[in-house]
């Protein structure tokens, strides 16, 4: 099978950002908007953990995540970031952040890349449709579990683990 073209995942260049638990709506937008214009489309979690982790806080907990969820919603409204829900295995359903692919209103929907720093439960599901479009374009014949083997060697990953059988279950049943 042929190299899939891809653009290399750039992960945001981490700095201090306003506390994740006190941040104004615009100090929120003006970290977010960092972080997207280097990671976009991005899940929504991975954007609030990523922007509470470079303001000192590891963990965020539920009523922090409440917050985000709150500003980001915000930001959707005024036109300042675009939020899709997918339909992801991994959300509890499609209110639930883990579901949200948000990214900034110049940026394109999908962005097909490569694992970078990112677990594979992060990847947008629409980055994977996007992927495994691109293997069955090389071999419109190929199984589910050669379709398995060909996404892990993209991302560089040796297992397929019950996530990811799940995640390209998903992809396969919504997409294809």
Do not use: N
């Amino acid at each position: 099978m042929t190299k899939i073209p891809h653009t290399p995942f750039t992960p945001w260049a981490e700095r201090p950002t306003a506390d994740v638990r006190r941040a104004s709506q615009a100090q929120y937008m003006y970290g977010w908007a960092e972080i997207l214009a280097a990671q976009g489309p991005m899940q929504a979690l991975s954007l609030f953990q990523i922007y509470g982790k470079a303001s000192g806080v590891l963990k965020l907990a539920a009523p922090v995540r409440k917050l985000c969820e709150r500003a980001i919603l915000a930001a959707e409204k005024s036109g300042e970031v675009i939020i899709e829900r997918e339909d992801d295995s991994e959300a509890a359903d499609k209110d639930d952040s883990v579901a949200w692919i948000v990214r900034l209103p110049d940026q394109p929907r999908v962005i097909l890349r490569d694992l970078g720093p990112r677990g594979f439960a992060e990847i947008p599901m629409g980055e994977l449709a996007a992927l495994v479009l691109e293997i069955r374009t090389q071999d419109e014949f190929m199984g589910r579990e050669d379709i398995y083997r060909a996404v892990l060697d993209h991302y560089g990953l040796q297992k397929l683990t019950a996530l990811v059988r799940r995640r390209l279950d998903k992809v396969l049943e919504i997409y294809f």
